[in-house]
């Protein structure tokens, strides 16, 4: 039996294999829909996935759907605008040709959210944590910026990349805070409920201000629903599992252990492509793996 207290770490590690795919096929999409349209493919699409999730998860419980307060509504708020301006400006961050430095910068997020969880939700912080999350996200930061790439040689992609990294933070900040404040024993329900409302929230106001500012971009993702219906189905998987992690984990620790994509991307770029990984990413997939070592055994 999986000790309930480390199922966060087996919710994280789907999630970020489903997000490792679902980026893939968003950054695809961009080309044909652009950076809006893009955006929109994972919260249109994902939506009707998680109300599907939900469905499944109260039927096989048995239990009637929470009943939110006042305070869960700001929460909320929060976390589905946050998401969809991080993810534009993670979009327009693939965009530039300094693209490793904003990618570099946009995975300062968990140093971030370690932040404004310890602020907004008072989330402990312990010295062996933050120690853990730093020399991860160093190591990211190594793999992510080639030599003689100047990490303030352009203003542009830092500043996409620290605004998607800083507004992606508040959204984790936001869905957690929202879960927490539905005070329901079962996590599971809280956290697929909470997905449920996000999607359904952010998938009706990109419709709708897309029907009302460019409603050729509309056609247009209808016109490409195949491959839009898998960056959805895979974007609803992973925020379902973020979400289960965030419901029993601090949102530190979960993004943190999220790093570990970085390493599934580069599997994939030696096994499948036969990529070879160069010295400096060796060295950033080291200081990765001992955060996340040095992260796991201090929870």
């Known amino acids: 039996m999986i000790d309930h207290a480390w199922l966060w770490v087996v919710f994280t590690l789907i999630a970020a294999l489903a997000q490792t795919a679902r980026n893939a096929m968003q950054r695809e999409l961009t080309a044909a829909l652009g950076t809006v ?8 699409f994902g939506f ?61 997020e968990p140093v971030q959210v370690a932040v404004f969880g ?24 190594v793999m992510s910026v080639r030599p003689g790439v100047r990490l303030m040689s352009d203003l542009r992609p830092v500043l996409l990349g620290v605004g998607s990294g800083a507004t992606l933070a508040l959204s984790v900040i936001g869905y957690r805070g929202a879960i927490l404040s539905l005070q329901d024993p079962n996590f599971v329900l809280a956290a697929t409920f909470t997905l449920a409302l996000g999607l359904a929230s ?50 530190a620790s979960v993004r943190t252990l999220g790093l570990i994509e970085l390493l599934f991307a580069q599997l994939i770029s030696a096994f499948i492509f036969g990529q070879k990984t160069s010295a400096r990413e060796a060295l950033g997939i080291v200081l990765v793996v001992i955060g996340v070592a040095l992260l796991l055994w201090t929870v």
């Open 37 to 44: 349209g893009a955006t929109h493919v994972r919260f249109l």
């Open 48 to 108: 009707p996935f998680a109300i599907v999730f939900l469905i499944g998860v109260v039927t096989v419980m048995g239990r009637a759907l929470p009943q939110p307060g006042l305070a869960y509504w700001p929460w909320l708020l929060l976390g589905t605008l946050a998401q969809i301006v991080a993810t534009a400006l993670m979009l327009a961050a693939m965009g530039e040709r300094s693209f490793v430095v904003a990618y570099a910068y946009i995975k300062t």
């Open 118 to 141: 310890l602020v907004f939700l008072g989330d402990p912080l312990s010295l062996p944590v933050g120690i853990a999350i730093l020399i991860a996200t160093a190591g990211v930061m």
């Open 202 to 251: 952010q998938a009706a106001l990109l419709s709708l201000y897309l029907a009302l500012r460019d409603a050729q971009v509309l056609r247009a993702i209808a016109r490409a629903w195949k491959p839009s219906l898998f960056a959805g189905f895979m974007g609803a998987l992973a925020s379902q599992f973020w979400f289960l992690a965030f419901a029993i984990a601090t949102a």
